[in-house]
């Protein structure tokens, strides 16, 4: 057993991020991580093509803004080298393969007991610390939908985040469900591969370029969401046209409206709609049932596929191990029960970092609101 002031699950942005903050007032903490890297999820989980949505002075961690040359947009490799960076000069050393199984607080000693397998030794570990950090992820893992007669399919089938690259699906006829940003850059890489691609389009969403976006975000510091709304969705307007003539309905409510309040983003188009209005990317609806290699959609259509790539997003998992962490999080969906901003800190020195649905603009923010409530907590108990 080994006792720490602060214990933090998860190794990334969100862990890391909060470790830093807490490493430069010195105060002791130890990061616990299933995998055998920080940023699993961008080492492992992510697509080769991946570059950063938002320019780079919302994706930065605290207190290490990206050097001035860094593009606005930060591809992959840039972003990880970044982090490497970060790892190094806040002295990060996470233990890996250490899988959080339970992490429960006891009223008795007032601390968090958090038991974790060490997966490499096939080993129970256990730690007690005054402070839970849960910095697992909005995206845990992934989420597959049930559809009716799956089971049958006799194609491949795979979640986006096991997606790399198109190339082993050049010359097949490739069905992506799911019209985010994930399923949306998927799409595009595999009609560039040769694949006969077509994408389930079930709800409605702003397809907007990553520049309006930009001009979006900065016109926010000046002007109300509203008038910055109407803005962006008349450029974009203008840039593509009437996107229903392609099946693809725009909601009603503003880009911006719409991430404040429900934390949706818009999609940030690479170059798929371009596919799409030229016919070279099929749009359908939704996928009604599997027969064999046959697909069957809502419209009563049906289409032979040789793969489908589910890009349904994932699920936090934070329910499946956190014991008494009920007034911070919901015990089914195990994300907060706060809406951001008072989102990150529950009650017995229990916070999350990375769950305020504002990707890694949001995990900065959490990782300071946390640390300094942290360092005022330990300020106060030894004055008492
Ligand atoms: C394809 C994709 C593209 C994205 N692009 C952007 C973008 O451009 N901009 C942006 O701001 N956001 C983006 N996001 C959102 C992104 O998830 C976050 O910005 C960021 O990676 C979240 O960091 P995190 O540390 O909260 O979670 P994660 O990066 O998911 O890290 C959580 C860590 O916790 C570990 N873990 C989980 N459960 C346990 C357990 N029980 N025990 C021990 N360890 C555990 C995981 O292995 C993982 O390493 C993207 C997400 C995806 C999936
Ligand atoms: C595509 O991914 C595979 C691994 O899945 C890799 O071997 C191959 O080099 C990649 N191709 C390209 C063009 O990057
Ligand atoms: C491509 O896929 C669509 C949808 O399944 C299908 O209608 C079309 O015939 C396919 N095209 C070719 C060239 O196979």
Not at 88 to 109: G, T
Not at 130 to 159: K, M, R
Not at 165 to 180: E, R
Not at 198 to 217: A, D, F, Q, T
Request: charged share 20%; glycine share 8%; net charge positive.
């Amino acid at each position: 057993m080994e006792e720490i002031e602060v214990i933090i699950v998860g190794a990334g942005p969100a862990g890391l991020a909060t470790s830093a903050c807490l490493n430069v007032q010195s105060i002791p903490n130890i990061v616990l991580e299933r995998e055998d890297s920080y940023a699993s999820l961008w080492k492992k989980r992510a697509y080769d093509c991946l570059k950063l949505h938002l320019a780079k002075q919302y994706c930065q961690l605290p207190h290490m803004p990206f050097p001035s040359n860094t593009p606005t947009f930060v591809p992959k490799a840039g972003w990880l080298s970044y982090l490497d960076n970060y790892v190094s000069r806040f002295e990060i050393n996470p233990r890996y393969h250490r899988l959080v199984e339970s992490a429960s607080y006891d009223e008795k000693d007032g601390k968090w007991c958090v038991k974790v397998k060490n997966t490499n030794l096939d080993e129970c570990e256990v730690y007690v610390a005054n402070f839970l950090v849960v910095a697992t992820g909005e995206n845990s893992e992934g989420f597959i939908p049930h559809i009716e007669g799956i089971q049958s399919f006799e194609g491949e089938i795979l979640h986006s985040s096991k997606f790399r690259n198109g190339s082993k699906f050049s010359g097949k006829d490739v069905l992506v469900v799911g019209s985010g940003n994930s399923g949306m850059e998927i799409a595009y890489e595999l009609s560039k591969s040769g694949a006969n691609t077509s994408i389930v389009c079930r709800s409605p969403v702003h397809i907007l370029k990553r520049e309006i976006v930009y001009l979006g975000m900065s016109l926010l510091n000046f002007f109300p969401c509203k008038f910055v709304d109407s803005i962006v969705v008349f450029l974009a307007k203008i840039v593509y046209g009437d996107l229903s003539n392609y099946g693809l309905q725009t909601p009603s409510k503003g880009p911006f409206y719409l991430k404040r309040i429900t934390g949706q983003s818009p999609i940030i188009d690479v170059g798929t709609l371009d596919k799409i209005i030229k016919k070279e990317i099929q749009v359908l609806p939704s996928l009604k049932c599997v027969r064999r290699n046959k697909l069957e959609f809502v419209d009563g259509k049906s289409n032979k596929f040789d793969a489908i790539i589910f890009a349904t997003g994932y699920r936090s998992t934070v329910s499946e191990w956190l014991k008494n962490g009920n007034d911070l999080f919901d015990g089914v969906s195990g994300l907060p029960k706060q809406l951001y901003p008072n989102h990150w800190k529950g009650s017995n020195g229990i916070y999350c970092a990375g769950f305020g649905r504002k990707g890694l603009y949001g995990i900065s923010m959490d990782a300071q609101n946390i640390a300094r409530d942290i360092i005022s907590n330990l300020r106060s108990c030894k004055s008492d």
